[in-house]
């Protein structure tokens, strides 16, 4: 089972970028679709956007699509969230997951977001602050 270890965290300006890094240790990293959370302060934790194991499929909330994107280096075992166009509403603990049990069955965006919670190995997070 993979364990994710999120990086690349920190304070930015409005209108900013940010790269998130997710490095995955453990075995078959390529067998696990991986996705991107995130909680701010006194809400409930949001799918951001994941991405299947053999790069086929990509999902992303309305709230960020344009801004942000998921990719994957699968030598590296490393899946990225690019963020540009930040926000202060942007602002939250940001979360890896990796889930084996592909997430991506369903094309609902609601059930792969269960599939993750349910499923998935979580990373301890990493903080981005977006000032105004």
């Known amino acids: 089972q993979v364990q994710p270890v999120e990086s690349g965290g920190g304070l930015v300006q409005a209108g900013g970028s940010l790269r998130l890094s997710c490095a995955a240790s453990?075995?078959?990293?390529?067998?696990?679709?991986m996705g991107w959370f995130r909680q701010a302060p006194g809400k409930e934790r949001e799918f951001v956007a994941g991405?299947?194991?053999?790069?086929?499929?990509?999902l992303d909330a309305d709230s960020v699509r344009g801004r942000f994107t998921i990719s994957r280096d699968y030598a590296k075992n490393t899946v990225y969230l690019q963020m540009s166009s930040l926000k202060p509403e942007d602002t939250a603990d940001y979360y890896c997951?990796?889930?084996?049990?592909?997430?991506?069955?369903?094309?609902?965006?609601?059930?792969?977001?269960?599939?993750?919670?349910?499923?998935?190995?979580w990373g301890q997070g990493t903080q981005v602050t977006v000032s105004s």
């Open positions: 997951v990796a889930d084996l049990l592909n997430p991506f069955h369903s094309d609902s965006l609601a059930i792969t977001t269960s599939h993750f919670k349910d499923f998935g190995s």
């Open positions: 453990g075995r078959s990293f390529s067998s696990y679709s």
């Open positions: 991405l299947s194991w053999n790069g086929e499929r990509i």
